[in-house]
């Protein structure tokens, strides 16, 4: 079975501070993983992926995240938090199972 | 269409009640999926769909949930003798092939089911 943790249920981050919102997955073989964010009442999007290749991916708004196989963890990160980052993040891994698996999210509050 | 649609988006029913949740995804996605996003319960995978036959449907929580695709496009959702415990978002999601192994899922806005 595949498995996404975010051990975060809340970041908060003051406004220009560096963001970091953390994921684990557990996975048969080599995983995808995304990063999706969903802003209030709106359906998820997209924001990144790690398929292959450079540990360091970088996505849309700014955001980048780093795999680290050992550590099977791929964390969201952004150098300068803005207050319009505040939403909710939800990590996902595709394991070949057929499906894709999401955490649970963590709710990021960019403070001003 | 642009992106996923979802209807009804919002929908309010009794206890008891049939309900029928109607999705639409991209042109030429074959892959399409079922979630259920609960208050603090994440995003809880129901089924998905490759073309019109459904490989995986052990995240549906009970028989009184059942889904169809046709055509290899639109799919229904339906969930018969609705419970209070089954309010929820319904999201649907579509990408090129299963898994998005070839890129992202796309969501669309959901549909937002309150049994009384």
């Known amino acids: 079975a595949q498995s996404v943790a975010q051990p975060e249920d809340q970041v908060n981050v003051a406004e220009g501070n560096p963001l970091t919102v953390k994921c684990t997955y557990s996975?048969?073989?080599?995983?995808?993983l995304f990063w999706y964010v969903q802003y209030p009442n709106r359906g998820l999007q997209f924001l990144l992926k790690y398929i292959t290749g450079d540990n360091l991916v970088k996505g849309s708004y700014g955001f980048e995240a780093e795999f680290n196989k050992s550590q099977t963890s791929f964390h969201l990160k952004k150098p300068s938090a803005l207050v319009s980052d505040s939403a909710l993040y939800f990590c996902a891994v595709f394991g070949g199972y057929q499906k894709v698996t999401f955490g649970i999210g963590t709710k990021l509050q960019v403070i001003p | 269409g642009a992106g996923v649609s979802q209807s009804p988006s919002n929908k309010v029913t009794e206890k008891g009640k049939d309900v029928e949740l109607r999705c639409d995804p991209i042109s030429g996605h074959t892959a399409l999926y079922w979630y259920r996003q609960s208050l603090g319960q994440g995003l809880e995978f129901l089924i998905y769909?490759?073309?019109?036959?459904?490989?995986?449907k052990s995240g549906l929580p009970s028989d009184r949930f059942s889904a169809e695709r046709t055509g290899g496009s639109v799919s229904t959702l339906t969930i018969q003798r609705t419970q209070q415990e089954d309010s929820a978002v319904y999201l649907c999601?579509?990408?090129?092939?299963?898994?998005?192994?070839?890129?992202?899922?796309?969501f669309g806005e959901g549909s937002r089911l309150t049994v009384l």
């Open positions: 769909f490759q073309g019109n036959s459904a490989p995986d």
């Open positions: 996975v048969s073989g080599n995983p995808y």
């Open positions: 999601a579509s990408s090129l092939a299963v898994g998005g192994s070839t890129g992202e899922l796309f």
